[in-house]
């Protein structure tokens, strides 16, 4: 009954003439997808996919968003700058912004906010790293963000929000979680969301997974009955590669 969704996150790759390369090779590859195709892209490309994404099924989306509507943030973009350039999704607190950016639960939370007031889907990234899973500590770490990053949010605005499980020692190591990792993990996501939200609010949010997915183990964890799409890094760079993930049902 969830649509799923797949969405590319370029991170810093491909300058404006590469993006709309890309762009163009995969509207006549995605057209007959049956998931919600998304791309989030560097904010230099917006212009240039908007273009060649044009009248076809492919969504813009971007990698972070400020949370004050304007004033003085040199270097960062608001909600509504993001949506006058067409964008529809805003990836949020991804590990590398936890990472390597100062992000924590509570500048999650407000963009999260700042973004749904402007009427972007939030695209919130959770995930554990390799030593909180070899602790035993992955359910309450998933759990704790994704309970931060959504609070202050209606129901309506949760069931519209997309959560991403990315399991931080997966992401760009070529390790995937097993297909049981990933499914039992979202149902602890999913869990939390329903003793704080209820059932019916966690049995409409889209939780992805997210950690070198890749053509080859796209099928065994789109399989799972808690995992209702991708947010592809790598594999998302080429054209033939995403667009497999993409059809991954066909
Ligand atoms: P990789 O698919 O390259 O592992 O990246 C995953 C990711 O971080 C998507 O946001």
Known sequence: MRKPIIAGN??????????????????????????DVVVCVPATDFAAVKEAAQGSNIHLGAQNVHF?????????????????????????????????????????????????????????????LKDERESGYTDTIVEYQTLMALHGLTDEQIKNAVIAYEPVWAIGTGLTATDEQANETIGVIRKAVARKYGQEVADAVRVQYGGSMNP???????AQPEIDGGLIGGASLKAPDFTQVVLYNK
Request: hydrophobic share 40%.
């Open 10 to 35: 370029w991170k810093m790759n491909k300058t404006p003439e590469e993006a709309r390369e890309l762009v163009a090779a995969l509207v006549p590859a995605v057209k007959d997808a049956d998931c």
């Open 68 to 128: 004050a509507r304007s004033g003085a943030y040199t270097g960062e973009l608001s909600a509504d700058m993001l949506k006058a350039c067409g964008v529809e999704y805003v990836v949020i607190g991804h590990s590398e912004r936890r990472q390597y950016f100062g992000e924590t639960d509570k500048t999650v939370n407000l963009r999260v906010r700042a973004a749904v007031e402007a009427g972007l889907i939030p695209i919130i990234c959770v995930g554990e």
């Open 216 to 222: 080859k183990n796209v099928k065994g964890l789109m």
